[in-house]
């Protein structure tokens, strides 16, 4: 039966040791492991949740990349595009230009033809007017010797030829 | 992994011999095996630490016998006087009667009283020792979770880690609910202390071997600690239900019926406690002290059947010891999570029914 009867020494003792050792460890022992456990844990927790969101930044900032990639693609593109464009523009205008100015210089060298043209033929006109005169004067001579009304014949004589025949 | 083998082993093989040793003692004392002598001096508590018995001669170590006598005042000796003289400055202990194997002394009419006895006795010794142990466990621990801050730790440390985090997520946490971590010092001293000295009640050599959770002093303490922490921080609703719970009236009044069974629930539940493990403790040291015994009982049989038995005692006692290091870890798990949730259920908030009223009320 004793053996179910508590001991008053030994609760005694019992009382003051687990007393002790209560208020040691509580005071002072589990609270540091424990808050260097929880600690731990959300530190894991934290860490875990920087991985994740380290991640999707990740992902973001790679399709961001892509986007960026494909834009500058498609830009490229365009001012390539733009680039042909104004190249053809440019070749059709200088062209255009270039074709005028031909037309313009042709046009000049027509003009300048022209005119060369008909100095040439005034020239031809006063040269055939002074051969036809020296040869009519070599004719005459013999036979006119009035100067001023032979030249009258003649150049009428060279109106009536119609000049302008020669003219194209 | 290899200290918890060398640890199995040393106690496996020196389990027997303290026994052995024991049965030596009264044998020469009295030429005949009293195996329920054997097994109770195994786990009740002495005087003296015996540790063997060498030549017939039995060598113990003394401790302090601390008594104060209503006569005589305060005494303080070594428990070796009385192997010296049966009966020191009136105190003598009793070899039979109602305080069997304690320190009485003799009143006016010459009747055996006791005085007022707090002697470091065995169990009070390796309680004592015990709980340095812990304390420097556990502080050592603390110190190295101060030092290395959040790190992962190494070696027993980790160990100790293992347990602790058990504890705390396993049975702490779901236990009490919301303020767990108030408690949760607590419950973790009481879980160490009580593994501690089941553990080291099974290695059976000094200075270990007390069975000193198997001693109803130690588990009524750990009990009324757990008491009056569950009543301390119980809510006015634990208050309310002990005295006043939503049953039936006629349960109620004239005859308080119902509050009387939820009061004396205040009582049971702490006094399960300390029956349970006291209980569990004698248990298993009894079981391996008897199959011990069977070596020396199973003598007069014969040299075959002691052979025989002997080796079927070895075998069985292995097998009891393997259970009891089962069980020390065991009965500290179950005073923890028990304390734990009688705890949760002091710390209940306004009924169930309210709430879901309210929710009633808002759907």
């Not at chain 2, 020196?14 to 049965?23: E, G, M, R, T, Y």
């Not at chain 2, 767990?180 to 089941?198: D, G, K, S």
């Not at chain 2, 040291?285 to 070895?314: D, R």
């Not at chain 2, 179950?334 to 710390?347: C, D, H």
Request: charged share 25%.
């Amino acid at each position: 039966m004793s053996l179910l009867m508590p001991d008053f020494g030994l609760f005694f003792w019992m009382m003051l040791s687990f007393g002790i050792v209560v208020f040691i460890l509580v005071k002072f022992g589990f609270p540091a492991i424990l808050q260097m456990i929880e600690k731990r844990r959300s530190y894991i927790e934290e860490s875990l949740l920087e991985a994740e969101n380290a991640r999707k930044e990740l992902e973001e900032i790679k399709t961001e990349a892509k986007k960026i990639q494909d834009e500058a693609f498609l830009n490229r593109k365009k001012i390539l595009d733009e680039t042909t464009e104004i190249k053809n523009a440019l070749i059709k205008e200088a062209k255009e230009k270039a074709f005028i100015e031909a037309e313009k210089i042709m046009e000049e060298a027509k003009k300048q033809i022209r005119y060369e043209k008909m100095m040439a033929l005034q020239e031809i006109k006063q040269q055939v007017a002074e051969i036809s005169i020296a040869v009519s004067e070599k004719l005459l001579q013999s036979k006119l010797n009035d100067k001023p009304a032979q030249m009258e014949i003649i150049n009428r004589m060279l109106e009536k030829m119609d000049i302008g025949k020669f003219g194209n | 992994m290899k200290c918890c083998f060398v640890y199995i082993i040393c106690f496996l093989a020196f389990s027997p011999f303290k026994i052995l040793a024991q049965n030596n003692n009264y044998e020469g004392k009295r030429k005949e095996i009293d195996v329920r002598e054997i097994i109770l001096t195994e786990v009740s508590d002495s005087y003296e630490w015996y540790i063997t018995t060498w030549k017939s001669k039995s060598i113990s170590i003394p401790l302090p016998v601390i008594l104060h006598s209503n006569n005589s005042g305060w005494h303080v000796f070594m428990s070796s006087k009385f192997e010296e003289q049966p009966v020191y400055k009136g105190f003598y202990i009793a070899k039979e009667g109602k305080y069997k194997d304690k320190i009485v002394e003799l009143d006016e009419n010459g009747k055996e009283i006791r005085p007022l006895d707090i002697s470091l006795t065995k169990t009070a010794t390796a309680l004592i020792f015990n709980s340095v142990l812990l304390i420097i466990l556990i502080m050592s621990i603390a110190h190295y979770y101060k030092k290395d801050g959040i790190f992962p730790k190494k070696g027993f440390v980790i160990l100790m880690e293992m347990l602790i985090v058990d504890i705390y997520e396993g049975v702490i946490k779901p236990s009490i609910g919301n303020d767990y971590r108030r408690y949760a010092p607590y419950l973790l001293t009481v879980f160490f202390f009580i593994f501690l000295n089941n553990l080291m009640g099974l290695i059976p050599f000094f200075p270990f071997g007390a069975t000193v959770t198997g001693n109803i002093a130690i588990t009524f303490t750990l009990a009324l600690f757990t008491m009056l922490i569950v009543n301390f921080s119980g809510t006015k609703e634990y208050w309310k239900e002990i005295f006043w719970p939503e049953v039936p009236a006629w349960l109620k009044v004239p005859v308080p019926l119902m509050p009387a069974v939820e009061f004396i629930g205040i009582f049971t539940k702490p006094f399960a406690l300390m029956i349970r493990l006291f209980a569990n403790i004698v248990g298993g040291h009894s079981i391996v002290g008897g199959l011990v015994c069977l070596v020396f009982v199973t003598v007069k049989l014969g040299t075959t059947i002691n052979v025989t038995m002997s080796a079927l005692s070895v075998i069985f006692t292995v097998f009891i010891d393997l259970i009891e290091l089962l069980i020390a870890y065991i009965q500290a798990y179950i005073f923890t999570m028990l304390s734990a949730v009688f705890i949760g259920l002091a710390r209940v908030e306004p009924s169930h029914k309210q709430a879901a009223k309210e929710v009633v009320k808002q759907v």
